[in-house]
């Protein structure tokens, strides 16, 4: 073990101002807690407040950091062998949008899959690139989307030869990793830069047991959530690159431009302790969450009607993160909006991810074999108490044939106007409108509406499934593009 990774020198550093307990005439306002509101204080300790400082040269500056905040960023950087970390308080949104404005600039090509998460768009739309999608592969027996493989990323490449950048996100949200060392290669093989959104595989790194982390797979930049699946305060994430390819001086800018200029150092403190919880004790405590996790699989396989996505149900070229279990509800005839209100509701348990079919439990660091206990008990109870004999109808296929008219920040520049579903067909999308399943979207702005989508929309909503993007109760009406 690299002896510096037990360091944390801005988590000490905030404590160590903490406990001075000094009068503060420095924002935040609520100076150490005094004014918080009674119930919170009551419930959260004032402790937690003396932390919630701002900069100032004793705690460092993220913007331009000289001592504590550049030594943690060093060290997440050691981690995970990058040459630099960002540390940011945005999440990955922030991650993906500043790796997408870095590697392009206004009309530059970007590939990418059409799963993609929504800051991915908003990156897109913010430096005025435009996209062009490779369409991920279902598995429409299992109702899941998988990844792309580096055949694929090829095609795409040679038939958009002057794209500037690739972006991944691997792993997808089901936990399922493509091949990144092959498509790291054809990236490079055509001089182009290869952006990950790890947002979910920050612990990849730490355990042969799981996929291969992002960096050491050949990607130039990559971003990870160190609040999904390690312990860092909701919000934390990092970016990391590596290599000549990208201009790092530019990511220091777009970084700053982007990031707030009073930054939570809870937050920032949290990414410091979860970076060395993961270095010094890493694969230690990844081994005993993939055993417990491995173990719930299994008996949850046991239970009638229901299944765990499992590696040998995967296609080959891929690879499953087994912290991730996805329960595939589809012989209960239950749904998983269902189960999920059924497990909010009487069981006191909540998952990160439902839609018609399926049901997401991410665990993490944190995650113990008493909580896996839980699941694996609300599963058998809601199988034997609820299963339904009926099956639940199959969506109808849609074949995500769009036509990109405008790029989408062109889409959103026109200004737009809100027309009922049926009238849109032929007009231009001013939303991103994304159906959980399968979670690809099927409207991004600039692309023309077709009467396959609207009427594909029409159909989700009369099964009661509601489209991320959609406002209000029911998706009766669609933004478009004003003079479309
Ligand atoms: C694949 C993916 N990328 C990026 C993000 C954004 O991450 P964050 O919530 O840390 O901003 C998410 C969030 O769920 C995600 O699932």
Do not use: W
């Not at 899941?144 to 958009?160: F, G, H, L």
């Not at 209960?332 to 909006?337: A, K, N, R, T």
């Amino acid at each position: 073990m690299d002896a510096e990774q037990s360091r944390t020198p801005l988590f000490d550093t905030v404590l160590k101002h903490a406990k001075k307990r000094m009068v503060s005439f420095h924002t935040p306002g609520h100076k150490n807690g005094r004014s918080i509101d009674k119930r919170f204080l009551k419930f959260a300790g004032r402790n937690i407040f003396y932390m919630d400082v701002t900069v100032f040269s004793e705690v460092d500056s993220l913007h331009d950091p000289t001592h504590c905040i550049r030594e943690a960023q060093r060290l997440a950087a050691r981690a995970y062998e990058a040459d630099r970390a960002y540390f940011l308080i945005n999440g990955s949104t922030v991650g993906n949008q500043a790796m997408i404005l870095t590697a392009c600039n206004t009309f530059d090509e970007i590939i990418l899959p059409r799963n993609t998460h929504k800051s991915i768009i908003g990156g897109i739309i913010l430096a005025g690139a435009t996209p062009r999608y490779i369409q991920p592969i279902i598995d429409r027996n299992n109702n899941i989307v998988y990844n792309v493989s580096p055949q694929q990323v090829e095609d795409a490449i040679q038939r958009y030869p002057k794209a500037k950048a690739v972006i991944i996100t691997n792993p997808t949200y089901h936990g399922i990793s493509t091949n990144l060392e092959g498509i790291a290669e054809v990236v490079h093989k055509y001089d182009k830069i290869l952006l990950v959104d790890e947002a979910h595989g920050p612990h990849f790194k730490f355990s042969d047991r799981l996929p291969k982390s992002a960096i050491d797979a050949g990607a130039d930049m990559c971003v990870q959530s160190t609040h999904k699946i390690l312990s860092g305060m909701s919000q934390g994430s990092l970016l990391l690159i590596k290599g000549k390819r990208v201009d790092a001086m530019r990511v220091k800018r777009v970084v700053s431009v982007l990031q707030t200029t009073s930054p939570s150092y809870i937050i920032l403190a949290s990414i410091d302790l979860a970076r060395m919880q993961m270095a010094t004790r890493g694969e230690e405590i990844l081994d005993k969450l993939i055993d417990m996790c491995d173990a719930g699989r299994r008996q949850i396989n046991r239970i009638e009607h229901i299944a765990c996505l499992r590696q040998e149900d995967l296609l080959p070229g891929f690879q499953l993160d087994p912290t991730k279990i996805t329960v595939m509800l589809g012989q209960s005839g239950l749904s998983g909006y269902e189960v999920s209100r059924l497990f909010n509701e009487k069981y006191n348990l909540q998952v990160d991810y439902e839609d018609l079919y399926n049901i997401i439990a991410i665990s993490g660091v944190g995650t113990s074999k008493q909580d896996i206990n839980q699941l694996v008990f609300a599963l058998q109870d809601i199988c034997a108490k609820y299963a339904k004999r009926k099956v639940i109808k199959p969506l109808p296929p849609l074949s995500f044939a769009t036509e990109m008219v405008v790029n989408p920040m062109q889409a959103l520049e026109k200004g737009m106007k809100r027309v009922s579903i049926n009238k849109a067909v032929g007009m231009i999308s001013a939303q991103i409108l994304s159906p959980y399943p399968p979670g690809i979207p099927v409207l991004i702005p600039g692309e023309r509406i077709t009467r396959e989508v609207c009427d594909y929309l029409q159909e989700l909503v009369k099964m009661g499934i509601r489209v991320s993007g959609q406002e209000g109760h029911k998706l009766q009406t669609l933004k478009v593009v004003k003079e479309s």
